[in-house]
């Protein structure tokens, strides 16, 4: 085999890290820039802990529904939701949806600034990793690795923050008739649906600044002025 094929096997050895190595990288920017994501996994923290909120919420009144007494369906009436006789569910209203959905949209875009600002803030960093032969997909892996990490946390916090004042908030209304109706299944279904949704908000709000990460010239990234 030719020398130079040999030596492109073994370079190309070299620029391939382990995914350990890329996930200790990404733990150690996390760190150095702690404030910063700390500001934008709290962002993604309120909007899972409402998501959570109002699902659990309605979690807890469909098990009270389910019991089929007549004086909980009274109390959920007074406590503000719109039941007719023949309704057994209760459900979101258009104005909770609405707010939900502006929440995660709001939150999409914070992660999306922050993470463009974190990229002008590695420009130098880029540009040395690239420099020294780092392709781009193992930038692309480092930026995603961070979202990861960050939305998996904000969301498990903003989920189990979301269901610990639902619960809270059922036993201020119903008082202790709200363990024995709840449903810990729709309930435990609700906090994955909660962390899901933040998780994968999380990544998708990283996706353009990656790409602009990865796609940056050496020589370009190493130039630009901090």
Same mark, same amino acid.
């Not at 906090?191 to 998780?199: D, E, F, M, P, Q």
């Given at each position: 085999?030719?020398?130079?094929?040999?030596?492109?096997?073994?370079?190309?050895?070299?620029?391939?890290?382990?995914?350990?190595?890329?996930?200790?990288?990404?733990?150690?920017?996390?760190?150095?820039?702690?404030?910063?994501?700390?500001?934008t996994t709290m962002t993604l923290v309120l909007?899972?802990?409402?998501?959570?909120?109002?699902?659990?919420?309605?979690?807890?009144?469909?098990?009270?529904?389910?019991?089929?007494?007549?004086?909980?369906?009274?109390?959920?009436?007074?406590?503000?939701?719109?039941?007719?006789?023949?309704?057994?569910?209760?459900?979101?209203?258009?104005?909770?949806?609405?707010?939900?959905?502006?929440?995660?949209?709001?939150?999409?875009?914070?992660?999306?600034?922050?993470?463009?600002?974190?990229?002008?803030?590695r420009f130098r960093e880029i540009g040395t990793m690239k420099c020294?032969?780092? &392709?781009?997909?193992?930038?692309?892996?480092?930026? $995603? %690795?961070? #979202?990861?990490?960050? =939305?998996?946390?904000? +969301?498990?916090? /903003?989920?189990?923050?979301?269901?610990?004042?639902?619960?809270?908030?059922?036993?201020?209304?119903?008082?202790?008739?709200?363990?024995?109706? &709840?449903?810990?299944?729709?309930?435990?279904?609700? $906090? %994955?649906? #909660?962390?899901?949704? =933040?998780?994968?908000? +999380?990544?998708? /709000?990283?996706?353009?600044?990656?790409?602009?990460?990865?796609?940056?010239?050496?020589?370009?990234?190493?130039?630009?002025?901090?």
């Amino acid at each position: 085999m030719p020398r130079n094929s040999l030596n492109a096997g073994r370079v190309e050895r070299l620029l391939v890290l382990p995914f350990r190595k890329s996930l200790e990288i990404s733990f150690q920017s996390i760190r150095a820039r702690f404030f910063r994501s700390f500001i934008t996994t709290m962002t993604l923290v309120l909007a899972v802990s409402f998501l959570a909120f109002v699902s659990i919420t309605n979690d807890i009144a469909n098990g009270m529904l389910d019991s089929g007494k007549a004086e909980f369906r009274q109390q959920l009436i007074r406590s503000g939701y719109d039941l007719d006789e023949e309704d057994s569910r209760a459900d979101s209203s258009p104005k909770q949806r609405w707010l939900i959905i502006l929440s995660l949209l709001v939150c999409a875009v914070g992660i999306i600034n922050a993470q463009l600002m974190a990229v002008t803030e590695r420009f130098r960093e880029i540009g040395t990793m690239k420099c020294l032969g780092a &392709l781009d997909r193992f930038i692309l892996r480092l930026f $995603l %690795l961070e #979202a990861g990490m960050q =939305g998996l946390v904000g +969301s498990a916090v /903003g989920a189990l923050g979301g269901g610990f004042f639902a619960l809270l908030n059922g036993f201020w209304h119903f008082g202790s008739a709200v363990v024995p109706y &709840l449903p810990w299944t729709d309930f435990s279904f609700s $906090l %994955l649906i #909660a962390i899901g949704t =933040g998780c994968t908000l +999380s990544l998708l /709000g990283v996706i353009y600044p990656a790409v602009v990460a990865a796609r940056m010239q050496p020589v370009e990234a190493m130039r630009a002025e901090q």
